[in-house]
């Protein structure tokens, strides 16, 4: 049974961190190129950032380059995204997807998605 199990979310001050862990069973995950979107309230969904394989490389939307960083264990079947300066427009619940392909995915278009986690950004 493929699961993918966000933790990590939160309430958290404007300019402060939040690091997001995803958790893969029931597939070969070093096989599966990996991926980070979000979704406000009234917003469609989002891409945030994808990791390939390897974890060697790595692409970001531009709302986080800089501020944000995907990145990978496979001994330990984790996807993690490291979250600096956060900001209230970074609100939303924050997902973690899967894709058997190679390279790197920036569209929806992944074969497994988790259940979300909230991320608040608020003073």
């Known amino acids: 049974q493929v699961q993918l199990v966000e933790s990590g979310g939160g309430l958290v001050q404007p300019g402060g961190s939040l690091r997001l862990s995803c958790a893969a069973s029931?597939?070969?995950?070093?096989?599966?190129?990996m991926g980070w979107f979000r979704q406000a309230p009234g917003k469609e969904r989002e891409f945030v950032a994808t990791?390939?394989?390897?974890?060697?490389?790595?692409f970001y939307a531009d709302s986080v380059k800089g501020r944000f960083t995907i990145s990978r264990d496979n001994a330990k079947n984790t996807v993690y995204l490291q979250m600096n300066s956060l900001k209230p427009e970074d609100t939303a619940v924050y997902y973690c997807?899967?894709?058997?392909?190679?390279?790197?995915?920036?569209?929806?278009?992944?074969?497994?998605w988790g259940q979300g986690t909230q991320v608040t950004v608020s003073s």
């Open positions: 997807a899967g894709r058997n392909t190679i390279g790197l995915v920036t569209t929806p278009n992944y074969d497994y």
């Open positions: 990791i390939n394989r390897s974890g060697g490389r790595t």
């Open positions: 029931g597939f070969t995950f070093n096989t599966y190129v």
